[in-house]
């Protein structure tokens, strides 16, 4: 089913633009009706006198602003951004060499890739256009000025304003709890305020990156839920191993909704203590977070398309992570070669790089451990798996550049640069640097 229903153009235009946020509105005028009625007027059995009505409009609006805007970012996206995220995606399909070129869509005229599908028969693109359209909708053809809006794709927008409306009317109910805070319910609405900076700051990133798709606000919903849960769990973690003030609780529960997995640690460690060693360890040995360049909100998106660690990057469809993620192409091709080094390495945390750092053990016939190995190549320039290559790697033989001491062992360092020659996963990213080339 779809908005845009009707023959005549001038209605189509008309719900277009407004019967999305008029839905959206409605939705946020329920939720603070249904407080009003249920926390005020039957709670009260009376309506609040006349000198609460001014504190009582301010809060209405502030409601109404805080539930509107996420949402408002994906309509606003639809109407100005989708439609230059098609060309972006099949200039780096044509860069990465992932298919023949006649198999792939047509590029931009003025791209130097043009002429080469041109001269290769100029295949139908059904497949890479089905991906795209499965993720950002009908491609908008010559004419159209808009895109058509669909009921399914905007669930998830409608279920997330309602319960950003819903939770906002709660905590803006009584505001008593930023100043004297005290009990569960206060903490909880720390936990969800951080969750919302969280992830509005998450749909604006997305909504500049031409990346904002209805499973953003599905993720959101999520996340939100899973900070409240977490945080009542850690409420009764901390009552029973520390009598911390309110204060710092909610600060933890505020934190918390930027970072769950730092709860999620919390309450391990708080189980390992009573019932022994029986929870596994939550963060992956090859963790995404030691790659050059990969901070909190990139790691976020990784996860959302079930890319966890380092071995899931390596082996990712990348074609649909760069089309889902709208990551710039050239950062996740650098985090694919980073990553393919350091799994051949062992793994290591940042206390052992610490540790290894103070003072690395010369190259002799003993190989190296991970944290040596990898500080004694980052301090011979060497970070990706094709910089090891470049080096020490010629017309697929192993060989030592003249005058240069090698930074590992040279039984290890052979090893490794075998391994990796004949990894062919590596050929996307040798593609990638070979064409680089100015698409306009």
């Known amino acids: 089913m779809s908005f845009v229903a009707f023959d005549w153009p001038g209605m189509q235009q008309w719900l277009r633009g407004k019967v999305v946020a008029g839905w959206m509105n409605i939705l946020i005028l329920l939720a603070a009706g249904a407080a009003v009625v249920v926390a ?4 009260n059995r009376g309506w609040p006198v006349a000198r609460e009505w001014g504190p009582g409009a301010l809060k209405l609006f502030v409601l109404w602003c805080l539930s509107f805007l996420p949402g408002w970012l994906y309509v606003r996206f639809l109407y100005v951004r989708a439609h230059a995220v098609w060309t972006e995606y099949v200039l780096t399909l044509h860069r990465l060499g992932w298919d023949r070129s006649e198999h792939l869509p047509e590029p ?31 491609i908008r053809t010559e004419g159209q000025d808009r895109p058509t809006i ?11 304003t309602t319960l950003l409306a819903v939770g906002w009317a709660a905590i803006l109910w009584d505001t008593t709890f ?59 973690v901390v ?13 933890l529960a505020f934190l918390i909704g930027f970072f769950p997995l730092a709860g999620l640690q919390l309450v391990q460690r708080a189980t390992a203590r009573a019932f022994g060693t029986v929870v596994p360890p939550l963060k992956p040995e090859y963790p995404l977070d030691q790659l050059d360049g990969l901070n909190l909100w990139y790691e976020t998106r990784l996860l959302e398309e079930g890319v966890e660690d380092m071995q899931n990057l390596t082996s990712m469809n990348l074609v649909d992570v ?49 944290p040596q190995a990898r500080v004694a190549l980052r301090r011979a320039g060497i970070r990706t798996a094709t910089d090891l290559l470049k080096a020490f790697s010629h017309d697929g033989t192993f060989a030592v ?13 052979r090893l490794l640069v075998l391994v990796l020659s004949q990894e062919a996963k590596l050929s996307v990213i040798w593609n990638w640097q070979r064409n680089d080339r100015r698409a306009y």
Do not use: C
């Not at 890739?113 to 256009?129: F, L, M, T, V």
């Not at 399914?152 to 997330?160: A, K, M």
């Open 108 to 138: 931009a005229r003025n791209s130097s890739y043009h002429g080469q599908w041109e001269q290769g028969g100029r295949k139908q693109d059904d497949i890479y256009r089905q991906k795209f359209e499965a993720y950002y909708g009908r």
């Open 239 to 251: 009552g029973a191993i520390t009598s911390a003030a309110v204060t710092a609780e909610v600060a």
């Open 150 to 160: 669909s009921t399914e794709s905007l669930f998830p927008v409608f279920l997330f």
């Open 40 to 43: 005020g007027f039957l709670a």
């Open 401 to 413: 550049p003249a005058g240069v001491r090698p930074p590992l062992p040279e039984s290890q360092l």
């Open 178 to 236: 930023l100043t004297t805070p005290s009990g569960v319910w206060d903490v909880l609405k720390y936990g969800f305020i951080g969750s919302y900076a969280f992830v509005t700051g998450m749909l604006v990133r997305r909504f500049f990156q031409t990346d904002l798709r209805p499973s953003a606000y599905t993720s959101a919903i999520l996340r939100i839920v899973l900070v409240l849960l977490i945080v009542a769990v850690v409420h009764q």
């Open 322 to 370: 760069i089309l889902h993620t709208k990551v710039p192409p050239g950062r996740v091709i650098d985090w694919l070669d980073q990553a393919f080094l350091l799994t051949h390495l062992d793994s290591t945390n940042r206390k052992e790089l610490r540790s290894a750092q103070v003072g690395t053990p010369a190259a002799d016939s003993a190989a190296l451990s991970g």
